[in-house]
């Protein structure tokens, strides 16, 4: 796998892997603290690792905000497309209001928010495209097996799922209750229902 830059990252599996995660977690780190504007001789520092290796595999700071946000967003929850369209919408729902809660992720929607970091904006919402992707294809599976009307765009019902998810921590500084998130799961198979 390549970085930004087009040199080979490290290998997972042993020291590289160690190495690695400790890169990740120390990148981070800084931006749970709300600092993107960390520099790769910080993070070196945090992740007890040699400057020159930092440098070797991630040169810039934006390598080294794709390997945090690739650690990231491993975390982020996945979703089956092959039961009920109510259990999968409603279970992913409760995963991803756990999950937006999470420091990490707060500090990351309030720094795009900010809008004050656009190159940031793009490579986080670049690692977020598998995961947009799946959870879409919840959507297109429940409208296949005829649980949601034909037609219904798949991007626009996730999108109407996760602004409020995402919007409570970083606005209102608390997560959405489970009764909350039930009420917006209800409103969204409402809103798509065969008709």
Known sequence: MENTTGRVRVRAGGRSEKVRVAVGEATLAFLAEGQPDFTVVEVAARAG?????VY???????DLLV???????????TVEVDGSWEDGLRGLAHRLAEFAADPVEV???AIMAGGQYPEF???????WEPAMESWCGLVRAAADRGEAAEGVEPRTVVEALLAPIFYAPVSV???????EVDALVDLLLCGVRKR
């Open 49 to 53: 690792v040699g400057r020159r290796t």
């Open 56 to 62: 070797r595999w991630w040169p810039t700071r934006d």
């Open 67 to 77: 390997e945090a946000l690739e650690v990231h967003v491993r975390r982020v929850p």
């Open 107 to 109: 500090a990351i929607a």
């Open 121 to 127: 904006n793009r490579l986080v919402l670049r690692q």
């Open 173 to 179: 500084r608390r997560q959405m209750t489970a009764a």
